[in-house]
Each structure stands twice: as C-alpha cells, then as structure tokens.
C-alpha cells in the first residue's frame, strides 16, 4: 500500500468509516461523514502526521472537503513531501 499523504489521509477518513467506499476526490462533508468534532479530528491528524502547523486562514472547509484537498495542504505547507 502507497504511503503518500492522500493515502494516509484515506486511511484515516476509512479507519472511522470503514463501511464506506471512499476515495480521494470525493467529498467527505457532501457524504455527511464530517461532523465538527471529525473536522477537529483531522486537522490534528493533518498537523501531527505531517508534522505541520496549519495557520488559521488556511482552515477552511475547502481544504478539507477530500483526501486530495488535504494532501494539497499538507504539500502547500510542507513542500518537501510528495503529494499523490
């Protein structure tokens, strides 16, 4: 299994959800799987796994919307791993 950012970010939204079929474009909040303690669940997931800070204007629901969104983040605010 890959180890890129989206793929532990999948893993994550899978391992609380394992029943559903999801993948890395679709919406997790659209799919009523965010509710907002799950939102505050993945930012510290983001931040710990990845080892960044996410800065305030950079928490909006659009960079959390999906895994590819997220791993996007974590690239933006960590450019040294590789996004996939």
């Known amino acids: 299994m890959s180890n ?6 999948l893993d994550f939204v899978r391992g609380r959800y394992p029943q559903a079929e999801i993948d890395e474009t679709q919406d997790i ?5 965010v509710n907002s303690l ?5 930012v510290m997931f983001v931040e710990k796994t990845f080892g960044v800070t996410i800065p305030n204007e950079e928490l909006r ?3 959390f919307r999906t ?3 997220m791993a996007a983040l974590v690239g933006r ?8």
């Open 77 to 84: 605010l960590s450019p040294t791993l590789a996004v996939a």
């Open 61 to 63: 629901i659009d960079n």
């Open 67 to 69: 895994a590819s969104t």
């Open 38 to 42: 799950f939102a505050m669940e993945l």
């Open 29 to 33: 909040f659209a799919l009523g799987f």
């Open 4 to 9: 890129t950012p989206t793929q532990q970010i």
